[in-house]
């Protein structure tokens, strides 16, 4: 999975979870905004567990790719100390320049 690749299926999963597509009727954000007991429960805990995956993911991404931007030089091209200063610069939330 290339760059492309990846902020496609960002895109997508985002999509899928706004409130229109919610309102549709169908896809990963109407499946929380209206599971049902019993009829929905393995697809609600395979949520639950590929959320975690997901998020165990992106932290591991998040500090490769910063530790790799930190050897190429990112930082210091930037007038900045290190991977965590490039991450403040970046349009992030602010609880994601403390992860690493």
């Given amino acids: 999975m290339n760059h ?4 496609a299926f960002v895109t997508d999963l985002a999509d899928d979870l706004a409130p229109a ?13 209206s599971a049902e ?3 929905d ?3 609600l805990l ?5 959320a975690v995956r997901m998020g165990n993911i992106a932290s591991y ?5 910063t530790a790799r931007a930190e050897v190429i030089g990112i930082p210091v091209r930037h007038r900045l ?3 965590r200063d490039l991450l403040r610069e970046l349009p ?9």
């Fill in 61 to 65: 991404l998040l500090a490769a790719a």
């Fill in 4 to 7: 492309d690749e990846l902020t």
């Fill in 81 to 83: 100390k290190n991977g």
């Fill in 37 to 39: 007991a019993i009829a």
């Fill in 46 to 50: 395979g949520v639950m567990v590929t």
């Fill in 92 to 100: 992030l939330a602010p609880a994601t320049t403390r992860r690493r």
């Fill in 41 to 43: 429960d393995n697809a």
């Fill in 21 to 33: 597509a919610v309102e549709s009727g169908t896809g990963l954000g109407s499946l929380l905004a």
